[in-house]
């Protein structure tokens, strides 16, 4: 092409929101940041909200920026599309109108409806029909909290957004569910791809408010003339449902990526798993905790959600508190020069979901088990680094029992790619080599996925070719030797102790 085009990737984290532009040159992306937010819950009256209005605010200065200074000469805007992080929504009311803020996933009123839920569908029954893990934070979950409560916007609510399409509807004027997104509701048939209207009724929780469900790539229909007026960006630019869950969009630029690779979305949490053509549902799944979410392109992500730097982001956290401020690199050096595998504990544990001192609930657990405690930091976070390793080595032997074959390389995407200990201990742990990268897996997701939509790219298989030109990836070999066999077990070990 003779002038590059540009596709411009909204991309909505729990913790802070980008916009960002990928110029299309016909072979490859380069991506730039146009505007960076903070975002976050906000507290009122004992409950937790998404401030969706100051986020919308956000987005629109961005898309500003994307047309502004150097942003000017990098050709025409092909498209834009949007992300976010999973299972959060809103209610609109019968003429479209927003009926208050969103609550945050974490929440207190999702307190007690698992228990409620199991009462009225048993646990398995459930799991059948979505083949989605059993989490408290799930849509299914805070709808039963909603109706338990009487919540009144329930009875006003013409229609249910997820979170990335109820941006969606203000950037196009219509309102659909993605359905990489709609997977992440636990309200979705697993198996026939529609929503679970039976399995809804039984808990009681109302359908008529659920809206259409469109695939990745669909266009929405064009920026609305007052978005565009505002922003400077023409009324023509396509608004583009990409994977809109962000992990679907991460999954979806993986280089590579086959039938022989497992994957890790690498963050504060771990994503491990692989894409399959059909859903994974039965004991086996159910009884390792798999979920099967929505991917691109008609794929299934059959995954586990493990903790994943969340461990050590705590721990900076509270040394920060206490007056030390370790750079990444610098905890990385220190757990290098500890002896390895002086104590191993389990990233699932309960005590570790949301400790006021990760460091001390650490050492804690490792009394509980019957280790000796890490007492320096570097032993601290060798302590998390292996642990996080061998439980993605156990979780790999659970893919392959799940698959029915042999795993023989792991990427790993996301922050945590960059992580180069992080990633030699997985390939020792696993026995296979780690590939690691891209980065910013999610957002080149989010401008492939508009690329084919729009005829740059021709199907996923070309997309991924694109991301892998542009970027950089590493590859980590496994070292012979070690004591990561004897370690597993330890592990295994350590969850059963804690459980018991």
Not at 16 to 24: A, I, K, P, Q
Not at 300 to 319: S, V, Y
Request: contains cysteine; aromatic residues 6%; proline residues 6%.
């Amino acid at each position: 092409m003779d002038r590059p085009r540009k596709y411009v990737a909204i991309d909505l984290g729990a913790s802070s929101g980008r916009v960002l532009v990928g110029r299309w040159d016909g072979a490859r992306f380069d991506m730039s940041e146009a505007h960076r937010f903070a975002n976050g819950p906000v507290s009122a009256m004992g409950h937790q909200y998404w401030d969706v209005l100051s986020i919308w605010s956000e987005i629109k200065s961005g898309l500003s920026c994307c047309i502004s200074g150097d942003m000017q000469g990098a050709g025409e805007v092909a498209g834009l599309g949007l992300d976010t992080w999973g299972v959060d929504y809103a209610l609109l009311d019968r003429d479209g109108k927003l009926l208050g803020n969103p609550y945050h996933y974490r929440d207190r009123r999702n307190d007690g409806t698992m228990e409620l839920a199991f009462g009225r569908v048993p646990r398995a029954a459930i799991y059948d029909v979505t083949g989605i893990q059993m989490m408290q934070i799930n849509t299914l979950f805070q709808l039963l909290g909603m109706v338990r409560d009487g919540d009144p916007q329930l009875e006003a609510a013409g229609t249910l957004l997820p979170m990335p399409n109820l941006f969606g509807y203000w950037l196009s004027g219509r309102r659909a569910a993605e359905y990489t997104f709609a997977t992440t509701t636990q309200c979705l048939e697993a198996r026939d791809r529609r929503w679970a209207v039976e399995l809804l009724g039984k808990l009681g929780i109302p359908t008529a408010f659920l809206p259409p469900i469109v695939e990745p790539g669909a266009i929405l229909g064009n920026l609305l003339p007052e978005v565009g007026a505002e922003t400077g960006l023409p009324g023509t630019v396509p608004v583009i449902a990409v994977g809109s869950h962000d992990t679907a969009s991460a999954v979806a630029a993986i280089p590579g990526l086959d039938a022989r690779s497992a994957y890790i979305s690498s963050g504060t949490w771990s994503l491990m798993g692989v894409e399959t053509a059909a859903p994974v549902i039965n004991e086996r799944s159910l009884a390792g905790n798999f979920t099967n979410e929505g991917g691109v392109g008609g794929t299934i992500r059959l995954l586990r959600n493990i903790p994943g730097l969340w461990l050590i982001q705590e721990c900076r956290r509270h040394w920060r508190r206490e007056g030390s401020d370790y750079s990444w690199e610098a905890l990385l050096e220190r757990a290098e020069r500890e002896a390895p595998f002086a104590c191993i504990i389990d990233p699932d544990a309960p005590e570790l979901l949301n400790p006021p001192d990760m460091p001390a609930a650490i050492r804690a657990l490792c009394r509980k088990t019957g280790q000796e405690p890490p007492e320096t930091v570097g032993a601290v976070i060798r302590c998390c680094l292996e642990s996080l390793a061998l439980r993605y080595r156990a979780t790999l032997d659970d893919l392959e029992q799940l698959v029915g074959h042999k795993l023989e390389v792991v990427r790993i995407v996301g922050g945590g790619s960059q992580n180069r200990l992080l990633c030699q201990m997985a390939a020792d742990a696993c026995g296979v080599p780690v590939v690691a990268g891209p980065v910013e897996a999610t957002a080149l997701g989010n401008l492939m996925v508009q690329a084919i939509a729009t005829g740059d790219l021709d199907d996923i298989e070309a997309g991924r070719a694109a991301v892998a030109a542009s970027v950089t990836l590493d590859t980590y070999e496994p070292h012979p030797g070690g004591a990561w066999a004897e370690a597993l077990g330890r592990l295994h070990r350590s969850a059963a102790s804690e459980s018991a």
